[in-house]
């Protein structure tokens, strides 16, 4: 896809300018006042630190599983406030970051993962049903677009092994796929009818957050855990202004957890990923994308972009720039990055060009906990008292209320079908110590562009690093 530069298209950094700093989504007067922070010294059965999906989750269905459970929630800012309300709300069956991932890493239990991925989803959605949590929840499936020929290379072959694994995959042309979406730029794709919906993240979490409250787990914010340590036959958090003390500790700090379990650093690294939000279109604006499924998608190319419309009919387009600052920093300044805004935005109107003179009215940014298998891993530490998930990478919504369950059987010390799972006791390859990682990523990252340049061919860098299981991606 040719796209122009900012400065050759002034139009485009006009279509910014008035963009908000902050996830669209988290951007509500519908967002909660905060609950207080922990003040003084308490107990739990079970403590849960993050209040994203992960935590939220686990801290849920512990009470599900025991409702007379002491359950505690610690989160350091507001719950959903990082990747859970900043995300594309694609709330995928998929536990393996995709099929193709899933067959590469685990191919001989994918149809399990796959049969365990979508009763994770039909449980979200009668959670969601259950609780009357209004974050417009949508089974759409989702499409997958190509914008040059290469990227229906072996597409036909994708399509029939999806179907094996009861997707309902159809491969469509130029004008099947613009059918469903209209763009000039399409020169064919698949559609996934089922497995997939759309959410809106920052309510979801809001609502899960609400049913958390309402079963009696008592929910702490702004109390950052600075500590974990041993005490007797238990842990104890330090965080904010007091101490947990808990039987036993499940992590769901995403991209933050090498601060309190060191180890986890070895295989997660923080990856920011930007979005962009449209006003709400007009209905003749609608009506030129036929967008009727309202199915999410994103293109093929190995640097894509993710987009969906919302309730009030914005569009939603997020991706491209996988963004590792060298030495993994955090810093909450890379939450709005101009540069690529105005790449996204140059891109989106490369798209769509029949949105012409749209504006944006948010734009954000979002650290993803990518691991170089692109799929969750699970442990335990402190003797079985504690135990964590992260490395979700950029399809954690739906995968995190499995890593939830995990969770909660690592920690009762339970053989179940989940525990067993090669995906659960194996690590992925773990990434190299700094200052290597970041050579190894950003080389990483510019082979990746180059192979979009270069019709999709993998140069000798990232055929050895698929060799060596070792990958990137957001
Ligand atoms: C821009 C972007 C787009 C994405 N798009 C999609 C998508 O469309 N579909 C999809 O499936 N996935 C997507 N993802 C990934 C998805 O959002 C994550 O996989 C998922 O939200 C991870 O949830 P989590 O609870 O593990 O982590 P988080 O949401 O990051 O939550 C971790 C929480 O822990 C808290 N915390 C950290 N340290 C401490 C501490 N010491 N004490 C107390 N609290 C602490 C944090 O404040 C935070 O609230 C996207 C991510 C981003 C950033």
């Known amino acids: 896809m040719r796209t122009p530069t900012a400065a050759q298209s002034p139009s485009i950094a006009r279509s910014l300018a008035e963009a908000r700093p902050a996830s669209f989504w988290l951007d509500s007067p519908d967002a909660p006042e905060p609950v207080p922070a922990l003040a003084g010294d308490t107990t739990a059965d079970l403590a849960v630190v993050g209040g994203g999906f992960t935590g939220l989750w686990t801290a849920l269905l512990a009470k599900e599983r025991d409702p007379a459970a002491d359950v505690v929630l610690l989160e350091s800012k507001t719950a959903g406030h ?9 709330c995928s069956a998929s536990l393996t970051h995709g099929l193709a991932n899933g067959l590469e890493r685990f191919p001989r239990e994918l149809a399990l993962l796959e049969r365990l991925g979508e009763e994770n989803l039909s449980e979200i959605g009668a959670t969601i049903a259950a609780e009357g949590i209004d974050c417009d929840f949508q089974l759409t499936g989702e499409l ?33 796929i613009r059918a469903e979406l209209n763009s000039p730029v399409y020169v064919g794709g698949i559609r996934h009818a089922n497995k997939n919906a759309m959410v809106d993240p920052a309510r979801l979490a809001w609502g899960l957050r609400r049913a958390c409250l309402a079963r009696g787990v008592r929910v702490y914010e702004n109390s950052r855990v600075r500590s974990v340590s041993e005490a007797g036959s238990g842990l104890v958090l330090q965080a904010g202004y007091g101490a947990v003390r808990a039987g036993r500790v499940a992590l769901g700090t995403g991209a933050f957890m090498p601060a309190l379990l060191r180890r986890v650093g070895n295989w997660v690294v923080p990856v920011w990923d930007y979005v962009l939000m449209t006003e709400p279109l007009s209905p003749s604006q609608l009506d030129s994308l036929g967008w009727t499924h309202r199915r999410g998608a994103s293109d093929m190319g190995n640097q894509f972009h993710y987009f969906r419309l919302t309730r009030d009919n914005r569009v939603l387009w ?34 769509f060009p029949q949105l012409e ?56 010390g339970a053989d179940t079908e989940r525990t067993r799972l090669s995906m659960v006791r194996s690590k992925p390859v773990p990434f190299p110590p700094e200052p290597l990682r970041s050579a190894v990523i950003q080389a990483t990252r510019a082979s990746i562009a180059r192979a979009d340049r270069n019709e999709g061919k993998r140069d000798l860098w990232l055929r050895t690093l698929d060799r060596l299981g070792l990958g990137f991606d957001s």
């Open 144 to 176: 997958s677009v190509a914008t040059a020929a290469w990227q229906l290379d072996g597409a036909a072959q994708d399509v029939a092994k999806a179907r094996e694994f009861g997707y309902e995959a159809d491969l469509l042309d130029a004008g099947g």
């Open 318 to 351: 997020g991706g491209y720039d996988a963004v590792y600052y060298n030495g993994g920093r955090r810093a909450d300044d890379y939450a709005t990055s101009p540069d690529t805004f105005l790449k996204l935005a140059a891109h989106f109107f490369a798209m």
């Open 357 to 412: 003179g749209v504006r944006f009215s948010h734009a954000w940014g979002g650290v993803i906990d990518t691991c170089s298998r692109f799929s969750a891993f699970f442990g335990t530490a402190h003797r079985g008292r504690l135990a964590y998930a992260a490395g979700y990478t950029g399809l954690g919504v739906g995968a995190t209320r499995f890593g939830a369950n995990v969770l909660l059987d690592l920690l009762a």
């Open 82 to 90: 990082a990747a859970s309300g900043r995300n594309g709300g694609f």
